[in-house]
């Protein structure tokens, strides 16, 4: 009995407490390339370079609070400037909006000209992010590390195996939690919400029924710079910052979406959940847990890993490309379009 | 001003640039951009066949690079003993089951649909049969070859044959790979080539620093023997050195820029067949077709053309160039360095330089492949020597002189962002304009 417990704590410290604090991440950054995917209809490149200056303007801003002696005591003091940082980022994107893609709304310019575009702006971005802070690798986290530590858990539950919760992980899952929770309450209970579905669902009947689409594509790109910081914030904290990571983030960040069905804010979440659970499940050394499930005889002499961990990218590309051959419009389609 | 006034203009004023450069810093260093400059030429040519041709954006030209420079080490590094016998044999085993796996998978998978839900699960079960198979026999091959002089080879080596040939390799590869992933992206929404093209690209990447026994990984594949003579021989010759003399420079400066002008030779001339083919394909029959599909898809399939087949052709031929481009890249840095690939700069700079020379015209996306690494290069003395003027009134000392000065490299990022979206939004139609036909 004591084998099976330690075998699912084993599976729950490398796979599932992981596994939802990098999901929670993914999935946020899959909901602001959702949203500007569905109002604005392209695929936003530089979605990953605004998750890496969110992150940076969070992080700037959590030095100088910690320059004034301010804190949150065990929790990260970046969590005190997320706000701060997502304020920055939005006013960004409301500029990039204003100098760049207004035009292209103006000339009713195709998507794939958007997305060029998108790498316009994410040259532009990665070289602020690098102006400011450069490129070397940086610790975003403070406070206390652990919530739980994993020798805290063995002397509590006499396991062999101990299972740790870092903060950020939870901090992570929280605030993925409180910041989903806010944007479902604003697209379906408020009115402003409910003309950015509308607009999204239906272009030409929205603005049949008067919806100001500049307004809609305006709350987009302010709710895609929020979801965008928060989601680079917390990915900072639980790994490092480090600005080219948030580029190879934009492959599962996309998967996600597609996996969700572009467009489609629920299918973003239960993407990155999927992307980010395969990637750990088909990377993990199952080694262990076989050893403990099975008689000693039969151990294995591999690790039992189906991947390397250096493969995680191809993971979520498999997935993807599994959607795009079974069913293109996404798993959780609602639209046909 | 005629067109082709124009284009003679701006190409004579590249020269000019270069020109300046070859007297300002050295005829060396203006030899090495040029030879940079054409290979980025041959890639920007291969993204403008697909976007210019039509209208495919695809963001993977990085991978397709990178599998052309694979080419340069397969075909041309020296042998390594005993690593064949170590573990060819494995390695072809796992990878023969790895195609076996994905023929079979792929074939079950169309005959069964009539069980439903079932076919999945079978599909399932028999590509992670195969895996598990490809992975046992490919394991311990690996560590075999791995185990052979891991300080100098510890892969399976090369062919030895001459490093020419890699060009024509890298070519196939890169079409190979496009294949696959036409195959599963083309025909749906444009955005999806985008990516899967980034995903794939990305992937090539990883299995490049990641795969010791096939290219060393990260510990890079150096000394890739050339195509031209080396300096150290052309020196040691008396009749060469006779030959500097009589041209009144010393032996060393003249050997190493008469190498790099053979390597601007051989560049040339495969710019010049690139460029040359596809202004014919552009001027054929398939030309105004692909033209006809970028411009009105819907038009063309009623015409009866088979547009996604069709697409899946040009994406593989723009692939193939990029592909070539790589492998020569690689003949000329004479190692391959997985590490070196990066996406800003083998990806998303090319379609910098396809968009700002002229989307859609070959001499354009040549224009543009030099233009643009020329200022990629040049930004960054540019950069710092801006940034000193402005912080000259700045105390010595001053942390924020330090920093601008150390950030000063990444100025060419914001000048190339900024360079983009200026030409896209003023001159959407690039420094040398598509030609209405």
Same mark, same amino acid.
């Given at each position: 009995?004591?084998?099976?417990? =330690?075998?699912?704590?084993?599976?729950?410290?490398?796979?599932?407490?992981?596994?939802?604090?990098?999901?929670?991440?993914?999935?946020?950054?899959?909901?602001?390339?959702?949203?500007?995917?569905?109002?604005?209809?392209?695929?936003?490149?530089?979605?990953?370079?605004?998750?890496?200056?969110?992150?940076?303007?969070?992080?700037?801003?959590?030095?100088?609070?910690?320059?004034?002696?301010? +804190?949150?005591?065990?929790?990260?003091?970046?969590?005190?400037?997320?706000?701060?940082?997502?304020?920055?980022?939005?006013?960004?994107?409301?500029?990039?909006?204003?100098?760049?893609?207004?035009?292209?709304?103006?000339?009713?310019?195709?998507?794939?000209?958007?997305?060029?575009?998108?790498?316009?702006?994410?040259?532009?971005?990665? +070289?602020?992010?690098?102006?400011?802070?450069?490129?070397? $690798?940086?610790?975003?986290?403070?406070?206390?590390?652990?919530?739980?530590?994993?020798?805290?858990?063995?002397?509590?539950?006499?396991?062999?195996? +101990?299972?740790?919760?870092?903060?950020?992980?939870? #901090?992570?899952?929280?605030?993925?939690?409180?910041?989903?929770?806010?944007?479902?309450?604003?697209? =379906?209970? @408020?009115? @402003?919400?409910?003309?950015?579905?509308?607009?999204?669902? =239906?272009?030409?009947?929205?603005?049949?029924? +008067?919806?100001?689409?500049?307004? #809609?594509?305006?709350?987009?790109?302010?709710?895609?710079?929020?979801?965008?910081?928060?989601?680079? @914030?917390?990915?900072?904290?639980?790994?490092?910052?480090?600005?080219?990571?948030?580029?190879?983030?934009?492959?599962?960040?996309?998967?996600?979406?597609?996996?969700?069905?572009?467009?489609?804010?629920?299918?973003?979440?239960?993407?990155?959940?999927?992307?980010?659970?395969?990637?750990?499940?088909?990377?993990?050394?199952?080694?262990?847990?076989?050893?403990?499930?099975?008689?000693?005889?039969?151990?294995?002499?591999?690790?039992?890993?189906?991947?390397?961990? $250096?493969?995680?990218?191809?993971?979520?590309?498999?997935?993807?490309?599994?959607?795009?051959?079974?069913?293109?419009?996404?798993?959780?389609?609602?639209?046909?379009? | 001003?005629?067109?082709?006034?124009?284009?003679?203009?701006?190409?004579?004023?590249?020269?000019?640039?270069?020109?300046?450069?070859?007297?300002?810093?050295?005829?060396?260093?203006?030899?090495?951009?040029?030879?940079?400059?054409?290979? &980025?030429?041959?890639?920007?040519?291969?993204?403008?066949?697909?976007?210019?041709?039509?209208?495919?954006?695809?963001?993977?030209?990085?991978?397709?690079?990178?599998?052309?420079?694979?080419?340069?080490?397969?075909?041309?590094?020296?042998?390594?003993?005993?690593?064949?016998?170590?573990?060819?044999?494995?390695?072809?085993?796992?990878?023969? &089951?790895?195609?076996?796996?994905?023929?079979?998978? *792929?074939?079950?998978?169309?005959?069964?649909?009539?069980?439903?839900?079932?076919?999945?699960?079978?599909?399932?079960?028999?590509?992670?049969?195969?895996?598990?198979?490809?992975?046992?026999?490919?394991?311990? !091959?690996?560590?075999?070859?791995?185990?052979?002089?891991?300080?100098?080879?510890?892969?399976?080596?090369?062919?030895?044959?001459?490093?020419?040939?890699?060009?024509?390799?890298?070519?196939?590869? !890169?079409? %190979?790979?496009?294949?696959?992933?036409?195959?599963?992206?083309?025909?749906?929404?444009?955005?999806?080539?985008?990516?899967?093209?980034?995903?794939?690209?990305?992937?090539?990447?990883?299995?490049?620093?990641?795969?010791?026994?096939?290219?060393?990984?990260?510990?890079?594949?150096?000394?890739?023997?050339?195509?031209?003579?080396?300096?150290?021989?052309?020196?040691?010759?008396? /009749?060469?050195?006779?030959? %500097?003399? /009589?041209?009144?420079?010393?032996?060393?400066?003249?050997?190493?820029?008469?190498?790099?002008?053979?390597?601007?030779?051989?560049? &040339?001339?495969?710019?010049?067949?690139?460029?040359?083919?596809?202004?014919? /394909?552009?001027?054929?029959?398939?030309?105004?077709?692909?033209? %006809?599909?970028?411009?009105?898809?819907? /038009? %063309?399939?009623?015409?009866?053309?088979?547009?996604?087949?069709?697409?899946?052709?040009?994406?593989?031929?723009?692939?193939?160039?990029?592909? *070539? !481009?790589?492998?020569?890249?690689?003949?000329?840095?004479?190692?391959?360095?997985?590490?070196?690939?990066?996406?800003?700069?083998?990806?998303?700079?090319?379609?910098?330089?396809?968009?700002?020379?002229?989307?859609?015209?070959?001499?354009?996306?040549?224009?543009?492949?030099?233009?643009?690494?020329?200022?990629?290069?040049?930004?960054?003395?540019?950069?710092?020597?801006?940034?000193?003027?402005?912080?000259?009134?700045?105390?010595?000392?001053?942390?924020?002189?330090?920093?601008?000065?150390?950030?000063? !490299?990444?100025?060419?990022?914001?000048?190339?962002?900024?360079?983009?979206?200026?030409?896209?939004?003023?001159?959407?139609?690039?420094?040398?304009?598509?030609?209405?036909?």
């Amino acid at each position: 009995m004591a084998d099976v417990l =330690n075998a699912l704590v084993l599976i729950a410290n490398f796979i599932i407490v992981p596994g939802f604090a990098y999901g929670s991440q993914l999935a946020l950054g899959a909901l602001g390339v959702t949203l500007v995917f569905g109002v604005l209809r392209f695929s936003n490149i530089a979605h990953g370079e605004t998750m890496a200056l969110g992150a940076m303007f969070t992080m700037l801003i959590s030095w100088w609070l910690q320059s004034m002696g301010i +804190g949150l005591g065990p929790l990260p003091t970046a969590l005190l400037a997320l706000p701060f940082g997502i304020a920055a980022s939005m006013c960004l994107c409301l500029i990039t909006d204003r100098a760049v893609y207004r035009y292209y709304r103006r000339v009713k310019a195709s998507p794939v000209i958007y997305i060029i575009v998108s790498v316009g702006v994410m040259f532009i971005y990665n +070289g602020l992010v690098r102006f400011i802070v450069g490129p070397a $690798d940086r610790v975003m986290v403070d406070g206390q590390r652990f919530i739980m530590k994993a020798k805290d858990f063995k002397t509590a539950t006499g396991l062999d195996e +101990g299972l740790a919760i870092k903060t950020s992980q939870a #901090v992570s899952v929280v605030c993925a939690v409180i910041a989903v929770a806010m944007l479902f309450w604003f697209l =379906n209970r @408020t009115r @402003t919400g409910k003309s950015m579905r509308a607009y999204s669902n =239906n272009e030409d009947l929205a603005l049949l029924s +008067g919806i100001n689409p500049e307004r #809609v594509v305006l709350i987009t790109w302010l709710l895609a710079a929020a979801l965008a910081t928060v989601a680079g @914030t917390l990915y900072g904290i639980d790994k490092s910052f480090q600005p080219f990571v948030y580029m190879q983030l934009l492959l599962p960040i996309f998967a996600a979406a597609i996996v969700g069905g572009f467009g489609n804010p629920l299918g973003a979440i239960a993407g990155g959940f999927v992307i980010a659970f395969s990637e750990l499940v088909v990377t993990f050394a199952y080694k262990r847990v076989v050893a403990y499930l099975l008689p000693e005889s039969l151990e294995p002499a591999g690790l039992v890993q189906l991947l390397s961990t $250096d493969y995680k990218i191809a993971v979520s590309f498999t997935i993807l490309v599994i959607v795009l051959l079974i069913k293109p419009t996404g798993l959780f389609a609602q639209r046909t379009t | 001003m005629i067109q082709s006034q124009r284009t003679i203009m701006l190409f004579v004023g590249m020269a000019t640039l270069l020109a300046l450069v070859g007297i300002g810093q050295g005829w060396d260093v203006a030899l090495l951009l040029v030879n940079m400059c054409i290979i &980025s030429a041959i890639m920007a040519l291969g993204v403008n066949i697909q976007w210019g041709y039509a209208g495919l954006f695809s963001i993977g030209s990085m991978g397709f690079a990178a599998l052309g420079g694979l080419a340069g080490v397969i075909i041309s590094a020296k042998p390594v003993p005993g690593a064949w016998q170590a573990g060819g044999l494995g390695v072809i085993g796992g990878l023969l &089951s790895a195609l076996i796996t994905i023929v079979l998978g *792929i074939f079950v998978w169309r005959r069964l649909a009539h069980l439903g839900r079932w076919r999945y699960w079978i599909t399932g079960v028999i590509v992670l049969a195969g895996f598990i198979i490809m992975r046992s026999l490919m394991g311990p !091959a690996i560590t075999a070859i791995e185990k052979i002089d891991p300080a100098a080879a510890g892969y399976l080596g090369g062919m030895g044959l001459p490093i020419l040939l890699s060009w024509a390799v890298g070519g196939i590869f !890169a079409a %190979a790979a496009a294949w696959v992933v036409g195959k599963v992206s083309l025909g749906l929404r444009a955005d999806y080539l985008a990516i899967a093209t980034l995903g794939i690209s990305e992937i090539i990447i990883f299995i490049l620093k990641f795969e010791n026994w096939l290219t060393r990984g990260v510990k890079n594949v150096t000394g890739l023997p050339r195509p031209v003579p080396y300096e150290v021989d052309m020196i040691a010759s008396p /009749a060469f050195q006779g030959f %500097a003399t /009589a041209i009144g420079t010393n032996a060393i400066a003249a050997a190493s820029i008469i190498v790099k002008l053979c390597y601007a030779g051989l560049f &040339s001339a495969v710019l010049v067949l690139v460029l040359y083919l596809s202004e014919v /394909a552009l001027r054929s029959p398939w030309g105004r077709m692909m033209r %006809a599909i970028r411009d009105n898809e819907t /038009a %063309a399939a009623a015409m009866g053309k088979n547009v996604t087949a069709r697409h899946l052709q040009v994406f593989i031929l723009g692939s193939a160039v990029v592909g *070539i !481009a790589g492998a020569m890249l690689t003949t000329l840095d004479g190692q391959f360095t997985p590490t070196s690939y990066q996406p800003l700069r083998f990806t998303f700079l090319i379609w910098v330089m396809v968009i700002i020379g002229g989307s859609g015209n070959n001499l354009g996306a040549v224009l543009g492949g030099f233009v643009i690494w020329f200022f990629w290069i040049e930004a960054e003395p540019v950069g710092l020597w801006l940034i000193e003027l402005i912080t000259s009134g700045m105390a010595q000392n001053s942390p924020l002189r330090a920093h601008l000065l150390d950030s000063a !490299a990444y100025m060419r990022l914001l000048t190339m962002g900024l360079l983009l979206l200026l030409v896209l939004r003023f001159a959407p139609r690039g420094l040398i304009p598509e030609v209405k036909r």
